[in-house]
């Protein structure tokens, strides 16, 4: 007789799994800290994201929406589920602390992406890693900025 | 989450599949130099990438590898004799060479050429490390020969086994670059098993499980760094490396032998997930050696005379309530490799990701992904040489350091997350 484990591994079995959904939407903030953010970020935006906002980072404490506008962070950070910060090499992302301090206390995820590193000298992205890491759960250097939009959609932004 | 069509593009591996196409474009292994022990051995039935194979060594100790059935009537060669440089069928004693040529239809005037007709698909099958490597793609494109590190140490330094894994390659691969799994279901290890205790390296897991990830691109694939504090305002880097497709290679803990897997498809349902564990600058004790074949460490027990798993989903994994209740495992299951295989063969043959949540730490499997994806576009559309089919990607270690909190890992050990004879790993 085939044991629990057995049969319930089989391709058959696989057709009684629930259907219904296992999650709800989660708030992804986008936050270009930077130039080299900002224009990711400006070309993310375009992409009929569902459950993510794109925001840049203005003064110390305050962020902008794409059109402008000013955001507060307390009140962006408050509504997020995740917080992506995006940089490039060079040491510019120096908004990162006030914002991440933001999420420390809110208890929101963060995981930063750095952009264009592969052509930078490695001591200006070592200035990035050094602003970024304290902020962030998750660090990522991609060598293409694509690798953004498959990220947002692997976790459902 | 993946969309179906992402999906089955990346788990799919099977003839005229595009992931199909591009596994076989390197060299994977097949099977352990073991399993055929001598010239004129019984041949070995080998199933890779859903096509079904046979292996054998012939009398001047060359190796096939090549359809398993007769091109006479579809029987398996797997009954016939092997002998003479050629395996001959059983049925009707039409004869084959390591190549696959037909040399010999008894039945038929040698004179009619007819046997010059026939020959069957075959592939390359090289010995290197102990281990037997095929190329399934088209001759003409076949790589030099594969370069890993733990095949070119000498014998004496190197351990390679296999095990039979229920599920698709990927969901087995994937498990193996999920570096935030390790503090939950293997912690009950790190400080009792024979080829992990004893390295202070241990102290700075148990001590932090929250580690902090970076995933950086590699020439061949990833490094995946797991970052824990240490002494003096230092981090403590676990660096894992990731080759493309399907190699990975984990961070040694102290003077331990280092180890990594390969998963090989053998069909959509099944894998092949070799283990290997060597040191480059030292020969593997006698207690290692007998603790790798009792199963320690990354090994396995197996069902006598196969390559199953002796905890298998027939006998749930042999699980125990009572070491999972008292803390002796996290799961019930008794070894690192069938904690894992068993939690990722429950996933299903074939998991299906568009249910699936990933967080923030999955960052290291979605790149992998989207890596895949990639190189499976440019290979496909522009018959771009995916990364890791360059023997360069191959020379890769994996690393366990301690560096200023400033520097890039990739910067910090960007010395010792290559292979370089006869210097030690990078370890704590």
Redesign the interface.
């Known amino acids: 007789m085939q044991t629990e484990s057995a049969r319930m591994t089989s391709a058959a079995e696989a057709r009684f799994r629930v259907q219904a959904p296992n999650s709800t939407p989660r708030a992804m903030l986008v936050i270009a800290l930077d130039a080299a953010g900002r224009r990711v970020v400006e070309r993310l935006a375009g992409g009929g994201w569902r459950h993510a906002t794109f925001l840049t980072a203005a003064a110390p404490d305050a962020l902008r929406d794409l059109e402008g506008a000013t955001r507060s962070v307390r009140d962006e950070i408050a509504a997020a589920d995740l917080v992506v910060f995006v940089a490039g090499p060079g040491g510019h992302a120096h908004a990162v602390s006030a914002i991440g301090l933001a999420c420390s206390d809110r208890r929101v995820t963060t995981t930063a992406l750095i952009v264009g590193a592969t052509t930078a000298d490695p001591p200006e992205v070592s200035r990035t890693l050094a602003q970024l890491r304290p902020w962030s759960l998750m660090v990522v250097v991609a060598e293409h900025d694509d690798y953004i939009g498959d990220m947002m959609t692997a976790l459902r932004a | 989450?993946?969309r179906k069509e992402q999906n089955d593009l990346l788990t799919l591996t099977g003839p005229g599949t595009a992931m199909g196409r591009m596994f076989r474009s390197y060299w994977i292994p097949a099977l352990l130099s073991g399993e055929l022990p001598e010239n004129d051995c019984p041949p070995v039935r080998v199933k890779l990438l859903s096509e079904r194979l046979i292996a054998f060594r012939d009398s001047d100790g060359r190796y096939g590898l090549m359809d398993e059935f007769c091109a006479h009537r579809g029987v398996s060669l797997w009954f016939g004799r092997n002998e003479a440089c050629g395996l001959r069928c059983a049925y009707h004693g039409w004869k084959y060479d390591v190549t696959g040529r037909c040399v010999e239809v008894p039945s038929e005037p040698e004179a009619s050429g007819f046997a010059k007709k026939i020959a069957l698909r075959s592939y390359p099958l090289v010995e290197r490390g102990g281990v037997l490597w095929t190329h399934m793609g088209e001759a003409a494109a076949a790589p030099p020969p594969p370069e890993w590190e733990f095949i070119t140490v000498p014998r004496a330094q190197t351990f390679a086994s296999k095990r039979l894994q229920?599920?698709n390659w990927l969901q087995a691969m994937e498990g193996g670059i999920d570096s935030s799994h390790v503090s939950w279901l293997h912690r009950g290890d790190l400080d009792s098993d024979p080829l992990f205790k004893g390295a202070r390296g241990n102290q700075y897991n148990l001590s932090d499980a929250r580690p902090?990830?970076?995933?950086?691109?590699s020439p061949g694939g990833l490094y995946i760094g797991a970052r824990r504090n240490a002494e003096g305002g230092q981090y403590y880097w676990r660096i894992t490396q990731w080759v493309m497709p399907s190699f990975t290679m984990i961070a040694p803990r102290g003077g331990h032998a280092v180890h990594g897997h390969f998963w090989i498809p053998i069909d959509d349902?099944s894998c092949w997930a070799w283990s290997y564990d060597y040191h480059p600058v030292r020969e593997l004790t006698p207690a290692e050696l007998t603790a790798m074949r009792d199963g320690k460490g990354i090994h396995v027990r197996y069902v006598p005379g196969t390559f199953r798993p002796l905890a298998n989903?027939?006998?749930?994994?042999l699980i125990d309530r009572a070491a999972q209740r008292a803390g002796r495992t996290f799961s019930g299951v008794e070894g690192i490799a069938m904690q894992d295989a068993?939690l990722q063969?429950?996933m299903?043959?074939?998991v299906?990701r568009t249910?699936e949540?990933?967080?923030?730490?999955?960052?290291g499997i979605?790149?992998a992904?989207?890596r895949l994806?990639?190189a499976l576009k440019a290979f496909t559309d522009t018959g771009v040489v995916p990364p890791g089919v360059d023997p360069a990607h191959q020379k890769v270690r994996s690393a366990a350091i301690v560096l200023p909190?400033?520097?890039?890992f990739?910067?910090g050990a960007r010395d010792v997350l290559v292979a370089r004879p006869s210097v030690a790993p990078a370890s704590v």
């Open positions: 989450m993946l229920e599920c902090v990830f970076e995933v950086v691109e349902e989903k027939d006998n749930d994994y068993s063969e429950s299903g043959p074939v299906d249910k949540n990933l967080v923030s730490t999955d960052n979605i790149m992904r989207h994806l990639r909190p400033d520097v890039p990739t910067e």
